[in-house]
C-alpha cells in the first residue's frame, strides 16, 4: 500500500512518538505490516521522541499554569485597587463633612469632630486590613520574593568573630570549635577606654 505524504507524516509521528500498533492502525486505517515496511524505510525508532513529546506536554502545562497565575495575580491586584478606592472615596466623604474651608472647620462641634475621627479610625484599620490582605494573597500566590530578614540564605557566607583567646579573626564557619566571647556594651567600654 502507498501512502501519501501527509499519511507518512502522520505515521511518522505516531510511531516515534511510541503510539501502539493497534492504534496506527485503526486511526490510520492501515495494516502492521505497512507500518513495519515505513518504519525501516525511513529509519525511524518507535518511541523515540516519546520524550521529547512528553517535554513539550510538560512546557505547555507550565505555560497554562503560569497564565493561571497571572490571571489570579491580576485579579488580586483589580480587587485590592477597588477597595483601596472605596476606602479613599469613603474617607473623602467624610472629611467633607467636616467641610472645606477653614472657618467650617472651626465652627464644626466636637461631636461631629469625634464622630468623624471615629468614622476616619474605622477606615483606617480598613485599609491596614485590606493591605495585610493584599500582601498575604500575593506571597501564597509566590509573586513576592522574601525579604532579607525572612530568608536564611541570604544572609553573609561567614561572620567573622575575635577568639578571646589570640586575638585573631576567625570565620565561624572555618572553626565551629572555637568559641566567640559574647560582648556586651560594658566590655566593649572598658577595652576601648
Known amino acids: ?3 501519501s505524504n501527509k499519511q507518512v507524516a502522520k ?6 512518538r511510541g503510539e501502539r500498533f493497534e492504534d496506527i492502525e485503526r486511526r490510520l486505517r492501515i495494516s502492521d505490516r505497512t507500518i513495519s515496511k515505513y518504519a525501516n524505510l525511513h529509519g525511524w525508532k518507535h518511541g523515540e521522541s516519546k520524550r521529547d513529546y512528553q517535554i513539550k506536554l510538560t ?7 503560569l497564565n493561571s497565575d497571572l490571571n489570579k495575580a491580576d485579579n488580586l491586584r483589580e480587587s485590592y485597587l477597588r477597595k483601596i478606592n472605596q476606602l479613599e472615596n469613603m474617607v473623602n466623604t467624610a472629611l467633607g463633612a467636616l467641610g472645606s474651608s477653614p472657618d467650617q472647620l472651626r465652627n464644626t462641634s466636637k ?15 480598613s485599609s491596614e486590613i485590606t493591605n495585610m490582605h493584599y500582601e498575604g494573597s500575593r506571597k501564597a500566590l509566590g509573586l513576592d520574593l522574601p525579604r532579607e530578614s525572612e530568608s536564611p540564605e541570604l544572609l553573609p557566607i561567614s561572620i567573622n568573630v575575635t577568639n578571646k583567646k589570640d586575638d585573631v579573626p576567625h570565620s565561624v564557619q572555618d572553626d565551629e570549635s572555637s568559641e566567640p566571647e559574647v560582648l556586651r556594651g560594658d566590655s566593649l567600654d572598658r577595652e576601648s577606654g
Do not use: H, P, Q, T
Not at 11 to 16: A, D, H, P, R
Not at 59 to 65: L, Q
Not at 117 to 122: E, G, P, Q, V
Open 111 to 125: 461631636s461631629e469632630a469625634d464622630r468623624v475621627f471615629s468614622i476616619l479610625k474605622s477606615l483606617k484599620i
Open 59 to 65: 512546557e505547555g502545562e507550565e505555560k497554562r499554569m
Open 1 to 3: 500500500m502507498s501512502l
Open 11 to 16: 505515521l511518522e509521528l505516531l510511531y516515534k
